[in-house]
């Protein structure tokens, strides 16, 4: 199970817990970069196709999770 209580877990793909969440924390870390230097719609073009690749990796859509009202989330 992705992000289990377990320090020691892993997914299916053999990628533990907190490797997962240091990939999560590496991409937040680029998009806030690609921000700062981005248009505003390829910005958002690129975060709605990480949220797609993140979908199909993960099964979770995203995109819900944040809602497209929370300014705040993405």
Not at 43 to 67: H, L, P, R, S
């Amino acid at each position: 199970m992705l992000l289990s209580a377990s320090e020691r877990g892993s997914d299916a793909d053999g990628a533990t817990d907190d490797e997962v969440v240091a990939a999560a924390e590496a991409l937040g870390e680029e998009l806030a970069a690609a921000k700062e230097s981005s248009a505003e719609f390829a910005f958002t073009t690129m975060v709605m196709q990480c949220n797609e690749a993140i979908g199909d990796e993960t099964g979770i859509d995203y995109g819900d999770v944040c809602g497209a009202d929370d300014d705040g989330c993405c």
